[in-house]
T-cell receptor
Framework: RKEVEQDPGPFNVPEGATVAFNCTYS??????FFWYRQDCRKEPKLLMS?????NEDGRFTAQLNRASQYISLLIRDSKLSDSATYLC???WGSGNTGKLIFGQGTTLQVKP | EAQVTQNPRYLITVTGKKLTVTCSQN?????MSWYRQDPGLGLRQIYY???????DKGDVPEGYKVSRKEKRNFPLILESPSPNQTSLYFC???????????????FGSGTRLTVV
């Protein structure tokens, strides 16, 4: 089983659609979770951190399910500018390890 | 402006010719790390550093060296580059959460390295 696993897609959706990505992780001791966005061959940028209670930032909602060891990202009312690769990122283990494990990414294409 | 600066952005070199990719951050971050990104493999960690003079191997350290003599700088050294080190490289830095672990990173803009 991969340490952090994502469906690579691509997800092709029309503008205005709602789309959801899931990501599973194998280390139950992981403490911190993030979603990053990466535009083609550019640096990844933090989209949002994922908290136990779930969190929302505008059209984006992230949720964590510790029991099932997955995190999700929901994008509502998709825009053309949302087209990118979304990376699921998990801090590996507990304590001050400082090591992040990246999923391979899920590619989203929003069509007009 | 808070940033991570990598240089060079693009580099073409020949097999065996030593090179250094520099990375500098101005956020006083304790944690710095190097990644390589290859198609279908995602981002893989090469080396990381928890603080000055503290470095450790990541998942793919073979063929690379690093040093952390100052908090702001974390250069990546390829002593004898080979074609399989052709890749897109990212440096990243982060503070350390009180609860442990690195919070969200700030990445440099990347270095596209080609070894022929």
């Amino acid at each position: 089983r991969k340490e952090v696993e994502q469906d690579p897609g691509p997800f092709n959706v029309p503008e205005g659609a709602t789309v959801a990505f899931n990501c599973t992780y194998s280390n139950s001791a992981s403490q911190s979770f993030f979603w990053y966005r990466q535009d083609c061959r550019k640096e990844p940028k933090l989209l949002m951190s994922v908290y136990s209670s779930g969190n929302e930032d505008g059209r984006f909602t992230a949720q964590l399910n510790r029991a099932s060891q997955y995190i999700s990202l929901l994008i509502r009312d998709s825009k053309l500018s949302d087209s990118a690769t979304y990376l699921c990122v998990v801090n590996w283990g507990s304590g001050n390890t400082g090591k992040l494990i990246f999923g391979q990414g899920t590619t989203l294409q929003v069509k007009p | 402006e808070a940033q991570v600066t990598q240089n060079p952005r693009y580099l073409i070199t020949v097999t065996g010719k030593k090179l250094t990719v520099t990375c500098s951050q101005n956020m006083n971050h304790e944690y710095m790390s190097w990644y390589r990104q290859d198609p279908g493999l995602g981002l893989r960690q090469i080396y990381y550093s928890m603080n000055v003079e503290v470095t450790d191997k990541g998942d793919v350290p073979e063929g690379y060296k690093v040093s952390r003599k100052e908090k702001r700088n974390f250069p990546l050294i390829l002593e004898s580059p080979s074609p399989n080190q052709t890749s897109l490289y990212f440096c990243a830095s982060s503070s350390l959460l009180k609860t442990g672990g690195a919070d969200g990173y700030t990445f440099g803009s990347g270095t596209r390295l080609t070894v022929v």
